[in-house]
């Protein structure tokens, strides 16, 4: 398996622009997290999916952000629009419910926003 | 709600001294923990997970980690550093009274020195 895959791994884009991030989990998990890393704040969950629903996005900012998963290979986080304190780098992970609980990550997407 | 604390946010040690980082929790129930690593630019890596069981438990690269419940700690040590251990580590909690959602400790970026 090629692991969890992410894109773009790098996007700079304007204060007001709409942004889309795509995540690819592992075949067969089930369980699909979105974290934020940053300095500021270390990582935090965003947002995460069971089967496709999501569970708890309670950590999501606010209504700027959205997350989708409209089946088991794909997941999108959204922002629109972006704003400069969006820059961070944004982490996908998936896990299987027989795994332990253990997480896979991606290579993260890097946002700066200008 | 589980929480995780790391202390330290740099430690510092010479290349073959212990590496010794913190981590104590807080859960309700019992947790799984684990200790993830993060190079540079790069997602964050399973280094060693305590599920149930033996308390001591090894991961890679000669790193293990002790579960005192008693004192609701979870810390990491090598007992000889080198040189490509300098990383981030974290500290990381799941339990069923989370959602099983993982929370991770702030971090602790480790240094080793010539």
């Known amino acids: 398996d090629a692991g969890v895959i992410q894109s773009p791994r790098h996007e700079v884009t304007e204060m007001g622009q709409e942004v889309t991030l795509r995540c690819k989990p592992i075949?067969?998990?089930?369980?699909l997290f979105w974290y934020r890393q940053t300095m500021m704040r270390g990582l935090e969950l965003l947002i995460y999916?069971?089967?496709?629903?999501?569970?708890?996005d309670s950590g999501m900012p606010e209504d700027r952000f959205s997350a989708k998963m409209p089946n088991a290979s794909f997941s999108t986080l959204k922002i629109q629009p972006s704003e400069p304190r969006d820059s961070a780098v944004y982490f996908c992970?998936?896990?299987?419910?027989?795994?332990?609980?253990?997480?896979?990550f991606g290579a993260g997407s890097r946002l700066t926003v200008l | 709600a589980q929480s995780v604390t790391q202390l330290g946010s740099h430690v510092s040690v010479s290349e073959g001294a212990l590496v010794l980082l913190r981590c104590n929790y807080s859960?309700?129930?019992?947790?799984?923990l684990f200790w993830y690593v993060q190079y540079p630019n790069q997602g964050l890596q399973l280094l060693l997970k305590?599920?149930?069981?033996?308390?001591l438990v090894k991961g890679i690269n000669g790193f293990e980690a002790e579960f005192k419940k008693s004192e609701t700690s979870f810390h990491l040590t090598k007992p000889s550093a080198h040189m490509s251990d300098a990383a981030e580590y974290f500290c990381?909690?799941?339990?069923?009274?989370?959602?099983?959602?993982?929370?991770f400790g702030a971090g602790t970026r480790l240094f080793v020195k010539a």
């Open positions: 992970a998936s896990r299987a419910t027989s795994g332990a609980n253990v997480l896979t």
């Open positions: 075949s067969g998990h089930d369980y």
């Open positions: 999916f069971n089967n496709n629903v999501p569970i708890d």
């Open positions: 859960s309700s129930v019992p947790p799984y």
């Open positions: 305590y599920t149930t069981g033996a308390t």
């Open positions: 990381a909690v799941t339990s069923n009274t989370g959602g099983f959602k993982t929370i």
